[in-house]
């Protein structure tokens, strides 16, 4: 039995719910924080997802809407990026549903800093504030792409170098600030709050994948916050970390000696690792919807964690498979085009082994399920065309070009989405006490996953033709037939679609508030400890008087021998013993009717 | 059962249009070869792996579809199993990896006998410098950059003093022989990325970075700018001209050095005088051109670019579209300029001039045409001013009428699509964010207030609707 401490034994003094006010707006309680966490994730990603119809509007129907020119198009894919890759998932994941799910399925009564957790939310808000002021300052936010790279970003001749910039960085700043107290929470409550007989090695993938997700988040943020300080400085007052002797649109400027390399390394420490930020968290949840829905363990667990931490600490190794054009000196290719494919081997094992984990599984075709099969085509596609841009001599023809664009589209936009909603709809029910509405939701599904693949299939062969990314426009250009044209107004076409389906998501999770069909407190007969509350949703505190004990892995689906088709992580082994079935059910291909009705399934 | 369905149709889907695609790589037009087979290797491994990888998925997922008389079965690990695929998975890597390394070592080792050219890059633009005679490129500083030494070359490094170089978007290479490309930029980053010969590089200020390939097709390729560099980013387009050794020489022989661009320009103002007189005609004596003629204001113009435009009209660059009648008349007038001599004797006669022409309105809105411009102002100046370092010519000494005709000429590729037109596609591409006459009229009514005496003045002759006075600060 390893190490529960006395924080998870504490018996439930934390400061109970008064007003209103303290309930829900200065709530110390990290369902609540999840949950404030995520409707400002969801809001402002709905502002990016409007920003992606507007550039996609311009790249359709080129010369058609007078209100975008270069420098708005430069700002709407910047703020849609930026937006999107940290206010979005990084937020909504590790904010919202590692806030929501750690206490929980680690069997702790909150996180073991509250305050500070409730303080990482609303420095996130400010972060979320001061990012859309730049939208109202003089020459709008900042159009320099959402890398940022110097010396364009600084220097006219490129949209909102001005306020917008330095509101840009700022919100950076004042985000890491947020996930750094949010993060040091998640980690240390994971470490040192787990119920008793919660080993690490019993610990739901979910769990694994936001405790690894934190950890390099907590390491590679710092980069960004340091080249966010250094970049401001040459900005404000003139020093020259990135900035070496130059022209701007003519001018001398006073800079010298600076390396706009530099930034690049430092912006990709952060800005790869961050991909897997996104990724790990995903990967964990996918991993329990699949075994959940499926009646299955997942497939190899023990190789799941090993695949997660090494994935963890490889994604700090391979940060200049984004700079392989860079200019930076080419003989590092050979280092980074090696780590990156190696990175490829535990994440190609990952996907076996959800795949592996349906077969001879008996798959309930539920609306998480649909997501979380969607995921998997997804990042299949998204993870093989990473194997082209990562490979660096295929690199050079496919780089800057839109194949870049739809592969990351694929493997951090698509699929990690696909996830959330697979997890929203999943956990909806947990915590709201109703279930999402079936119907709604499998047409939210099919639009939105047929919807992006006819987006982001076709956007990988414009990249073979060649067709650069961030131009506002290719106007007459020798090499590109007049067919493009019609693949790109095809692309917006069903990108609108997509954003406007989004609505029917919205208007479930509103509806299914107050009309949805009552869930129970274990709806889906699951095994992990979030699911054996005893309110739904938990009350604060999570667990009433006594705190849960472990006894078992988080995967005890159709246990032979065991009637029921699942046995719950806090079930000990006496009462299991009493569901002993006689006799045991057919498995796998051996299909014999029984005439009793399977206890655990009528539910579905 | 639907998603299996749907799960293995996408898979046919993605293999039809894989093979259907009429988008596709450009035919290679250098040695790179190498690259399109590391692509066809990596292209065979994940596209198997995408294939089974699915079925497989669809197929699980249609024969465990829920069936209440059944039970998943119960199996945490296969040892056996996860090793294989561990294998397999590496060995498929390794299939695509060990190609890659191999060709990235052809790409980083420069052959011993390439030849060499520096590529220059700025904010909006391509030029180009070759090392001479010596085979040296001379040294080179941000600090010397200066409209007498654009690329900024130490007069003082004896090896500068050869290098040869070119004013302009297009190089010219000979073909089957190998080059290296040094790169270079003045301001920001940029990216030399030509589709047919695969290879692209950054161009970073304060360092220098390469790329080497041998062109193996004949033909006129565009470079294309791929790290964003700024608001006219999609406009920073080149063209690189493969050419055989013979041709090739030609082209060179009529290159500058350095050092020729270094002596004083020669000029005689009495023949100029001499000279403008056929150009006064239209133009007007003291250059301040005429609407009547359709003759735009010469005075106050910077000589480069007339120079520029005069070339132009002589070579049928300009003035050569059957629909440019204006245009077509001055392609014919300069002919009787004989030679570089002659433009240069004319244009710096007509620096001396100072006519300035009635700047009639056309009755825009000023604050509309001044957001508008904004995009116009990074290269043009803030004032109209016009800006040698972009190539931009000076907009406020034009008359409106001049401006709305040019930008028109602009937008339906009258002006600026001919081949070799430096500079005309990039105000072609940035001419079409103006998308209707009310645009135009907007943003030439704001230059026009920026012109010296524009809204100012109170004498609006001719037709077009009077403007309120509006008081537009010098400086801004």
Sequence with gaps: MTSYTAIADQVDDSPHPGSFFTKYIWSQDHKVIAIQYSITAIGVGLVALVLSGLMRLQLGFPDTFSFIDPAAYLQFVTMHGMIMVIYLLTALLLGGFGNYLIPLMVGARDMVFPFLNMLSYWTYLLAVLVLLASFFVTGGPTGAGWTLYPPQTILPGTPGNDGGIILMLASLAIFIIAFTMGGLNYVTTILQARAKGMTLMRMPLTIWGIFIATILGLLAFPALLVSAIMMVLDKVIGTSFFMPALLSLGESLDYTGGSPVLFQHLFWFFGHPEVYIVALPAFGMVSDVLATHARKNIFGYRMMVWAIVAIGGLSFIVWAHHMYVSGMNPYFGFFFATTTLIIAVPTALKVYNWVLTLWRGNIHMTVPMMFAIGFIFTFTHGGLTGLFLGNVVVDLPLSDTYFVVAHFHMVMGVSPIMVLFAAIYHWYPKITGRFLHTGLGKAHFWFTFLGTYAIYLPMHYLGFLGVPRRYFAMGPTEFIPDSAQVLNANITISAIIVGVVQLIFIYNVIWSLFKGKKAGDNPWDATTLEWQTQTTPPGHGNWGKNLPVVYRWAYDYSVPGVKADFIPQNMPDSEVEKLAAEPDLPRGDNVVPLKEKPAGEDKS | ?476
């Design chain 2, 1 to 476: 059962m639907l998603v299996a369905i749907v799960i293995i149709i996408l898979v046919v889907a993605s293999l039809v249009f894989h093979f259907a695609s009429p988008w596709w790589f450009t035919p290679l037009a250098s040695n790179w070869s190498s690259i399109d087979d590391t692509i066809n290797i990596t292209f065979w491994v994940t596209g198997i792996v995408f294939v089974l990888v699915n079925c497989f998925l669809a197929y699980a997922v249609f024969r465990y579809r829920f069936n209440k008389n059944k039970r998943a079965d119960y199996e945490p690990e296969n040892k056996k199993l996860e090793t294989w695929l561990t294998l397999i998975t590496t060995i498929g890597v390794a299939a695509m990896l060990a190609p890659g390394l191999f060709v990235w070592g052809q790409f980083v080792n420069v052959p011993e006998d390439a030849d060499v050219f520096e590529a220059v890059g700025q904010q909006w633009h391509w030029s180009y410098r070759l090392p001479g005679q010596d085979g040296v490129l001379g040294q080179t500083a941000v600090e010397l950059i200066s409209e007498k030494n654009p690329f900024g070359i130490n007069p003082e490094d004896a090896n500068g003093l050869d290098d040869i170089l070119i004013f302009s978007n297009e190089m010219h290479v000979p073909i089957d022989q190998p080059v290296k490309v040094l790169m270079r930029s003045k301001d920001v980053l940029h990216n030399f990325a030509v589709p047919q010969f695969r290879v692209k590089m950054d161009l970073v200020p304060g360092l220098v970075s390469y790329l080497w390939f041998t062109p193996t097709k004949l033909g006129r390729y565009e470079i294309l700018c791929e790290e964003l560099c700024g608001m006219a980013h999609y406009t920073m387009r080149g063209h690189i001209v493969v050419e055989t050794r013979e041709n090739y020489n030609l082209w060179l022989a009529k290159q500058t050095t350095f050092a020729q661009t270094l002596q004083p320009p020669e000029y005689d103002l009495v023949k100029g005088k001499a000279l403008f007189a056929a150009c006064s005609a239209c133009h007007g004596s003291e250059g301040e051109g005429n609407e009547a003629m359709n003759a735009p204001q010469l005075a106050s113009q910077p000589a480069w670019y007339m120079k520029r435009q005069l070339k132009y009209y002589q070579q049928g660059v300009r003035g050569s579209h059957k629909n440019d009648q204006y245009g077509q008349q001055m392609a014919a007038m300069s002919a009787t300029l004989a030679d570089d001599k002659a433009i240069d004797d004319v244009l710096a006669y007509i620096a001396t001039l100072e006519g300035q022409a009635e700047k009639a309105g056309t009755g825009g809105d000023l604050a509309k045409g001044k957001v508008l411009y904004r995009n116009c102002s990074y290269c043009h100046g803030n004032n109209g001013e016009g800006k040698f370092a972009l190539n931009a010519p000076k907009l406020t000494s034009l008359q409106p009428w001049y401006l709305k005709r040019q930008l028109t000429n602009y937008q339906q590729s009258i002006r600026g699509a001919h081949p070799k037109d430096l500079y005309g596609s990039q105000m072609i591409l940035m001419s079409r964010l103006l998308q209707n006459e009310q645009a135009l009229d907007d943003v030439v009514a704001y230059i026009r207030s920026l012109a010296p005496g524009g809204a100012l003045t109170s004498k609006l002759p001719g037709k077009g609707h009077a403007l309120q006075p509006v008081k537009v600060s010098a400086g801004e």
